[in-house]
């Protein structure tokens, strides 16, 4: 009898042997691969069972039990990662695994300019292909409701910077952190404005900071732009401000501005109308935030461009249009 349980406990433990030994051999092998390298992408709320099915329908050679049952005995089984995920020949299913626990996404990276308008991010997170296009079908008021800010014009309030992200993530969450970014530099700027500024709110200013972000040929001169427009506003004089007023014609404006263009009123339209426009224009960065807000210190009150990128500026009209005789000779400001 005692004979008899000796042989079959020696055999269930030659077999749990067996069993381990085959599981860290199946760990430490290389998987077979679709492509080199390659790519995949678990889903949100995924399980390892149906992360493991993802993985082969990709092309991973993994084998669906043994890759559980590592994942299982390791206890690693409920901390499966989504995201999208690049691996290379040489991948072991216990090198895959940790890689999926510890959420080794693939990284990519967007790029939104100062100067954009909202159209123009539209259209760069469009045509990402890494993006994951939830917001294509969406108009920019639906937009702005599904990042919980529903009845706000959507131009000028994401931040021009670089966001990585992992492969597949939404539109609206690079768009989320854009506009989160934008806020805190401009509360951040707001904090430590000059004293008596003609702004209402923070608001204001960043109508103000993107018309001198495109208004300004040079970074030296933004502060002395915002300092011109600052004076403006004080004074009452209208800005009269052309990337104001092409911004308003849309796409009308087929690359030259006219002087009907001028002349013709709409809600941007700084030289019929006083004031600042009543929303930004573009995406201002984050020197044209602190040019709107401590601007320099200056008695001019107008500019024009000399041709080479940088501006001529003059405290009096007739300075100035001696300058755009000098510049322009059709000069506008």
């Not at 709409?266 to 573009?282: D, E, F, K, S, V």
């Not at 201002?284 to 401590?294: D, F, K, R, S, V």
């Not at 008695?299 to 003059?314: H, K, P």
Request: hydrophobic fraction near 40%; charged fraction near 20%.
């Amino acid at each position: 009898m005692w004979s008899w349980i000796k042989r079959v406990f020696l055999l269930a433990l030659c077999l749990a042997l067996l069993a381990v030994a085959g599981v860290v051999w199946y760990a430490f092998s290389p998987l077979k691969l679709g492509s080199d390298p390659a790519d995949f992408s678990i889903k949100p709320g995924s399980s390892l069972t149906s992360a493991t099915r993802q993985m082969i329908e990709a092309g991973i050679g993994l084998n669906a039990w043994q890759f559980s049952l590592l994942g299982r005995l390791l206890g690693k089984a409920g901390t499966i990662k989504a995201g999208s995920y690049e691996v290379g020949s040489g991948i072991t299913p216990l090198a895959l695994l940790d890689k999926l626990t510890a959420g080794e996404v693939t990284q990519t990276e967007l790029v939104f300019i100062e100067g954009w308008t909202f159209r123009q991010v539209r259209a760069a997170l469009d045509e990402d292909p890494d993006v994951r296009h939830d917001s294509a079908a969406l108009s920019d008021a639906q937009v702005m409701a599904q990042l919980g800010v529903a009845g706000r014009s959507p131009e000028g309030l994401f931040f021009p910077d670089t966001y990585r992200f992992g492969k597949g993530t939404s539109d609206l969450d690079i768009l989320r952190r854009a506009y989160t970014a934008m806020d805190k530099q401009l509360q951040a700027a707001w904090q430590l404005r000059a004293p008596d500024l003609p702004y209402r709110s923070p608001y204001e200013a960043l109508i103000m900071a993107s018309v001198i972000e495109k208004e300004t040929g040079q970074a030296t001169e933004r502060a002395l732009v915002g300092g011109v427009f600052v004076n403006r506003l004080r004074m009452g004089m209208m800005l009269q401000t052309d990337p104001s007023v092409i911004y308003g014609l849309g796409e009308k404006f087929d690359g030259k501005l006219r002087k009907k263009d001028l002349v013709a009123d709409t809600p941007h339209n700084t030289y019929t109308r006083t004031g600042l426009p009543p929303t930004p224009i573009a995406m201002p960065g984050q020197a044209a935030l602190q040019a709107a807000l401590n601007p320099a210190q200056t008695t001019a009150l107008y500019f024009v461009a000399r041709g080479d990128g940088s501006s001529e500026f003059s405290r009096t009209l007739a300075e100035h249009e001696r300058a755009v005789t000098k510049y322009q000779r059709q000069g506008r400001r």
